[in-house]
């Protein structure tokens, strides 16, 4: 039994993307994104509190880089990871967890536009700070794919599934079209059938109630 809890729109869709990458059959089990993930039956699979948490081989596993390396491990026929002694393996490492650095200043935007309901509770300066942030990671993504049709020469791999998810969200806060090769590599990786399914079915509460969040003018 494989079994992902998830909410819409936030950092476990990486997981429900890789798995339908790899063809995995499973139970998925969607929670509100509120205060019912710190209720204590939900604490003992995730002791966070937060999503994902998913439940396979007998156990549970959380962090959505350690659910990326151990699937792609359990399931090394799908050709999404990159085992040691590969030699794509530390750039397979690298750009996989690079997803956190870019989802890091994504939830700290969403905190600020979305969590913080109040304007006197918000910063301006913080917003804009985190979208220029934004802006540099999506440079240092462009710079990698620059000549590349993927984050990895050997191809589509759980890296390009773990940014591509971070990207998915920051778009909300900053634009990627004056990135040109990052831009053209997202509308290619959003075709595919496995983000399709990854994205929130009819009736699935949003997390972002508009496509688009513009930082304050200075």
């Given at each position: ?65 350690a659910i990326a390396e151990y699937l792609c491990e359990r399931f090394p026929e799908a050709g999404l990871g ?64 620059a000549g590349r049709a993927h984050l990895l020469d050997g191809g589509f791999s759980a890296a390009d599934v ?52 513009p930082a304050p003018d200075a």
């Amino acid at each position: 039994m494989i079994r992902l809890h998830h909410c819409a729109q936030t950092r476990s869709m990486r997981a429900l993307w890789l798995m339908h990458e790899l063809g995995l059959d499973f139970d998925l089990v969607l929670h509100p994104f509120d205060k019912a993930l710190r209720r204590p039956e939900y604490l003992a699979l995730n002791p966070a509190g937060r999503v994902p948490a998913l439940e396979i081989d007998g156990r549970v596993i959380w962090e959505t880089g350690a659910i990326a390396e151990y699937l792609c491990e359990r399931f090394p026929e799908a050709g999404l990871g990159r085992a040691p002694g590969d030699v794509e393996r530390a750039d397979w490492l690298i750009w996989l967890h690079f997803a956190e650095t870019v989802s890091q200043h994504a939830a700290a935007l969403t905190q600020q536009h979305l969590v913080l309901y109040e304007d006197h509770m918000r910063s301006p300066m913080v917003m804009r700070l985190e979208a220029k942030r934004l802006e540099k990671c999506y440079a240092a993504i462009a710079g990698r794919l620059a000549g590349r049709a993927h984050l990895l020469d050997g191809g589509f791999s759980a890296a390009d599934v773990g940014v591509g998810q971070a990207v998915y969200m920051a778009r909300h806060f900053a634009r990627i079209e004056p990135f040109p090769a990052l831009a053209d590599w997202y509308v290619r990786i959003a075709q595919r059938p496995a983000f399709r399914r990854s994205l929130p079915g009819p009736g699935e509460p949003l997390l972002y109630a508009q496509d688009f969040y513009p930082a304050p003018d200075a």
